[in-house]
């Protein structure tokens, strides 16, 4: 355990980021792995899905949970998943 008052504040404050990230780490994974059923399943919603993965991407990228080629690869990837026609 930390000492000093500083040290304290600062292990609180990890701890709140830590939770923070993971749940948008999850919510990400959730969303991958929604997408992913639909794709192979071939439903309709694939694009909204695909929209949705974007946003959140997006949003783990800017607050430095994925770093930002690492979201454009996945991006990436995820547009090729669905063919030419999907944009």
């Known amino acids: 355990m930390p000492q000093r008052r500083t040290a304290v504040k600062d292990l609180r404050k990890n701890r709140t980021r830590h939770m923070r990230n993971l749940d948008i780490k999850t919510d990400l994974k959730k969303?991958?792995?929604k997408f992913l059923s639909a794709v192979k399943d071939k439903k309709s919603e694939t694009s909204e899905l695909l929209k949705v993965l974007y946003q959140k991407?997006?949003?783990a990228a800017q607050r430095n949970i994925l770093h930002k080629k690492t979201a454009a690869r996945r991006k990436s990837r995820?547009?090729?998943?669905?063919g030419p026609t999907a944009k």
């Open 78 to 82: 995820f547009a090729r998943l669905l």
């Open 31 to 33: 969303t991958v792995k």
């Open 57 to 59: 991407m997006d949003k």
